[in-house]
């Protein structure tokens, strides 16, 4: 799904550290690996404490999410204490997210909008496709639950979410199986998540401005 095989996910207890990984990033799959279901890769920790790792795979048309804490090199950090921030700047890039409804509301769809401009303000219009998105995002509440993945929303995934109504599930799978046909080339990619409780929450956007992978985070409060 999305070009890979296995798709996981670490974050810091401070929510600081985020990565976005798998298998094929680092080497080819080989039939023993498939056959034993078994997927490698290599990561540098940069943080000591308790680490969030999230994996995510897809097995008999149904995603699977599976939770995991690593502890790495000393005490575990605190849990995140984090001030909302809608803007962020990054590989030579400003990012700015605007949310509807603002403030977003625990349990109802929120739409994200990225918008991507050039160190010195000038709208990006040449993003390139990130394992057939323009953008995953994943994201945490400040002590670490409520993981959450998601892509661009284009007009093309509401209407097969609405033709396959009745089987949302199928509905989701459909839409990561695809090949990826870019709609977004900037300045603005949209992407939309349902916050299951409210909190603050840390959104990472994984996303190529320019063909260059850059990871642009901000935290979004969610009112109950």
């Not at 093309?156 to 033709?163: L, R, Y």
């Amino acid at each position: 799904m999305h070009e890979r095989i296995l798709h996981t996910f670490l974050v810091s207890g401070d929510l600081e550290e985020f990565a976005h990984t798998h298998h094929e990033d680092f080497a080819a799959l080989s039939s023993t690996d498939l056959a034993e279901a078994t997927f490698r890769y290599p990561h540098v920790f940069r943080r000591a404490g308790t680490h969030h790792v999230v994996a995510e795979f897809t097995h008999r048309n149904r995603t699977w999410l599976k939770h995991f804490e690593l502890g790495v090199g000393g005490p575990a950090a605190d849990a995140a204490s984090l001030a909302p921030r809608r803007e962020h700047r990054a590989g030579g890039f400003r990012f700015a997210l605007s949310v509807r409804p603002d403030p977003p509301v625990a349990g109802e769809e929120t739409e994200m909008i990225c918008r991507i401009e050039s160190a010195d303000g000038k709208p990006v219009t040449d993003l390139a496709m990130v394992l057939g998105s323009e953008v995953h995002m994943a994201t945490w509440r400040a002590d670490g639950e409520h993981f959450g993945h998601a892509h661009a929303w284009s007009a093309e995934m509401a209407a097969m979410m609405a033709a396959m109504a009745e089987h949302t599930g199928h509905a989701g799978m459909a839409m990561m199986a695809t090949s990826g046909k870019q709609t977004y080339f900037g300045p603005e990619v949209p992407v939309r998540h349902v916050f299951p409780a409210a909190g603050r929450y840390k959104v990472f956007l994984d996303l190529a401005p320019s063909g260059r992978r850059t990871v642009a985070d901000f935290v979004v409060e969610v009112r109950p």
